[in-house]
């Protein structure tokens, strides 16, 4: 990727012997919206801190807008706008006051403050609140006023950390839709650090599964399906009008579609296995045949789906790995 906006360079966090992030490398370009996935503890905010010069490394770089956020954290800080897990706000003051201050704080002079605040009031869907003291005001319309504040110094790189915590259901796909709006009209770039997977996989172009510090992959939805369930990346159902025959000529043609792997027959269901999507092939082939479909259920393996993998597997070898041990311990111990 060539002049990634964020680039992180084998940036390593340590707290005595705990190794808070390890070795992490990532490249995220402009008018991207990352993900990043893990559970609590992962070390997504470490890794945020370090991004904004409020911590630093114990080595490796983290570049943002090509500026090194360790050596000059002011000037990345007027590029990148950050929004917490739980925004402030003064409790004593409207809406609209809360963000012609933080706008006067940005050096912004105060008319043109205010102008950008009644323009992001309206983005950010509190137009009619913008008279409103904050104290009355939702979790949900906090979060949206947390993202006016965030937006209206203008950055080039927007971080948010578990935003949608504590929003019902429709204020997230609100929030997330405005999210993804902003970066395909504006251009931003933004770091989405969440451990709700659907939410994530609802935004996110791109994502990285983070976990014991060390991000363990990261791509699209697709590239990490296909790592994971190499084979079997896609499913398809078929159902028939009528129960296939067991002695149907043309059966051993599925096998030799491209990218079909396996397939399972009961009565007037075919499940199909692909490493590819064939569906459309996989349709004429019975078509073809002479059969009548009536229906068509494609499946593809989501996030959900890959990060379960992921940590069965994971859990898997560690398993594995101490049962190892444990044998060669007491082998040790006889010896």
């Known amino acids: 990727m060539e002049n990634p906006v964020i680039d992180l360079k084998g940036l390593t966090k340590c707290y005595g ?34 991004m904004l010069g409020l911590t630093e490394p114990t080595s490796g770089k983290a570049l943002v807008c090509g500026i090194d956020a360790t050596t000059h954290p002011i000037p990345v800080k007027r590029k990148v706008g950050y929004m917490p897990d739980s925004v402030g706000f003064y ?58 504040e965030v937006l209206i110094k203008r950055p080039e790189v927007i971080i948010l950390d578990e935003p949608t915590l504590g929003i019902d259901p429709a204020g997230v796909k609100d929030f ?62 078929i159902t028939l009008k009528d129960p296939l025959p067991a002695s149907w000529e043309h059966m051993a043609g599925l096998g030799n579609i491209t990218g079909v792997q396996q397939f399972r027959i009961a009565e007037n269901l075919v499940q199909i296995a692909c490493s590819s999507d064939a569906t459309p092939d996989i349709v004429r082939f019975f078509v073809g045949g002479g059969l009548d479909i009536m229906g068509v259920q494609k499946r593809e393996f989501g996030l959900d789906e890959i990060y379960q993998k992921y940590f069965e597997n994971n859990l898997t070898e560690n398993n594995a790995n101490e049962k190892s041990r444990g044998i060669f311990q007491r082998y040790l111990r006889k010896k």
Request: aromatic share 4%.
């Open 176 to 237: 997330l839709a405005l999210i993804r709006q902003l970066s395909r009209e504006q251009g931003l770039t933004v770091l989405l650090s969440s451990h709700h997977l659907h939410q994530v996989q609802m935004v996110c172009d791109r994502v990285g599964i983070f976990a014991g510090g060390k991000m363990q992959m990261e791509g699209d939805i697709q590239k990490l399906s296909q790592n994971l369930f190499a084979d079997e990346s896609f499913s398809v159902s």
């Open 91 to 148: 409790d004593s003051m409207t809406a609209l006051e809360n963000l012609v201050y933080t706008g006067k704080l940005n050096g912004i002079p105060d008319a043109e403050a205010r102008r950008r605040a009644l323009d992001l009031m309206e983005l950010i869907g509190l137009g009619d609140a913008a008279h409103k003291r904050t104290s009355v005001f939702s979790r949900g319309m906090k979060q949206r006023l947390g993202l006016g």
């Open 17 to 50: 012997s705990l190794k808070a992030v390890d070795n992490l490398n990532l490249k995220i370009g402009k008018g991207e919206i990352f993900g990043l996935l893990g559970p609590n503890g992962a070390g997504k905010t470490t890794t945020i801190l370090m």
